[in-house]
């Protein structure tokens, strides 16, 4: 049975310490200005008597939805859904378009400023194959995100979804269920700040697009390298010309002078 990697989280542990935005940048070179996970804040509500209620603290990151808006967004392949369960970005295939940014729900991707190519969670693999968890989970201090495959019974998140069963809830795109893989035990806020994915031509239309212009610049090309030998061709017939006269020769046209 293939894996099925989910990310868990008991936000009401979040104490908003940021140390997970931290530890995957560096874990990660995640540059300046841009991060692959966050920290959402609900607002504490006024109570009538002038308090404050209690707020709320939501990580949160690429979802890794089992039917990513992103993937059909993109016209390379680069995006596409792996056999772990997670939604992975091949950097020799991604030219930096930028439309699985805007299909994304929830903000999750952006565009590397140094790379200049797409980027977002991808569970850290590096880590994983040394036996550790995400740089996210293994700084938590309070254990609020958990990860693990779904598809083991035996793991920390099977048993947290069994414990949970009815009370785990997901941020959900209105009018677009994704279904992410991110799963929220008993509540979770701020929410419905996902927004509907923009859809970006389809990689149909944007190839039927793209054939014909490739094949106009091929034969605008083409036509160049004509006109370019057709020039060469009548200077060289004019050189000629001036040089077929009286003293024509390896030796013409150079100035004596030993006279």
């Given at each position: 049975?293939?894996?099925?990697?989910?990310?868990?989280?008991d936000?009401?542990?979040?104490?908003?310490?940021?140390?997970?935005?931290?530890?995957c940048?560096?874990?990660?070179?995640?540059g300046?200005?841009?991060?692959?996970?966050?920290?959402?804040?609900?607002?504490?509500?006024v109570?009538?008597?002038?308090?404050?209620?209690?707020g709320?603290?939501?990580p949160?990151?690429?979802?890794?939805?089992?039917?990513?808006?992103?993937?059909?967004?993109?016209?390379?392949g680069?995006?596409?859904?792996?056999?772990?369960?997670?939604?992975?970005?091949?950097?020799?295939?991604?030219i930096?378009?930028?439309?699985?940014i805007?299909?994304c729900?929830?903000?999750?991707?952006?565009?590397?400023?140094?790379?200049?190519?797409?980027?977002?969670?991808n569970?850290?693999?590096?880590?994983r194959?040394?036996?550790?968890?995400p740089?996210?989970?293994?700084?938590?201090?309070?254990?609020?995100?958990?990860?693990?495959?779904?598809?083991d019974?035996?793991?920390?998140?099977?048993?947290?979804?069994?414990a949970?069963?009815?009370?785990?809830?997901r941020?959900?795109?209105?009018?677009?269920d994704?279904k992410?893989?991110?799963?929220?035990?008993a509540?979770?806020?701020?929410?419905g700040?996902?927004?509907?994915?923009?859809?970006?031509?389809?990689?149909?239309?944007?190839?039927?697009?793209i054939?014909?212009?490739?094949?106009?610049?091929?034969?605008?090309?083409?036509?160049?390298?004509l006109?370019?030998?057709?020039?060469?061709?009548?200077?060289?017939a004019?050189g000629?010309g001036?040089?077929?006269g009286?003293?024509?020769g390896p030796?013409?046209?150079?100035e004596?002078?030993?006279?």
């Amino acid at each position: 049975m293939n894996q099925k990697l989910v990310m868990v989280i008991d936000s009401a542990k979040c104490i908003d310490c940021k140390g997970c935005v931290a530890a995957c940048k560096q874990a990660n070179g995640v540059g300046r200005g841009v991060w692959r996970n966050w920290i959402k804040e609900a607002v504490p509500p006024v109570l009538a008597d002038g308090r404050l209620g209690r707020g709320h603290f939501q990580p949160g990151a690429c979802m890794h939805c089992d039917e990513p808006s992103c993937v059909g967004a993109c016209p390379t392949g680069a995006t596409y859904k792996s056999v772990d369960g997670s939604v992975v970005i091949d950097p020799k295939l991604c030219i930096g378009c930028g439309n699985c940014i805007k299909a994304c729900p929830y903000g999750a991707r952006f565009r590397d400023p140094v790379k200049r190519i797409a980027d977002k969670c991808n569970y850290c693999p590096e880590r994983r194959a040394a036996g550790l968890p995400p740089a996210c989970v293994d700084t938590c201090p309070t254990k609020a995100r958990v990860f693990g495959d779904m598809n083991d019974p035996d793991s920390e998140v099977s048993g947290l979804l069994r414990a949970n069963q009815g009370k785990v809830v997901r941020i959900v795109a209105k009018g677009h269920d994704t279904k992410p893989n991110m799963y929220y035990i008993a509540s979770t806020a701020p929410d419905g700040w996902a927004v509907k994915p923009v859809d970006p031509l389809s990689f149909d239309a944007l190839s039927g697009l793209i054939g014909p212009a490739v094949k106009a610049a091929v034969g605008l090309s083409g036509l160049g390298v004509l006109a370019m030998l057709g020039r060469q061709l009548l200077v060289s017939a004019r050189g000629e010309g001036k040089d077929a006269g009286p003293g024509a020769g390896p030796g013409a046209g150079k100035e004596d002078r030993h006279g």
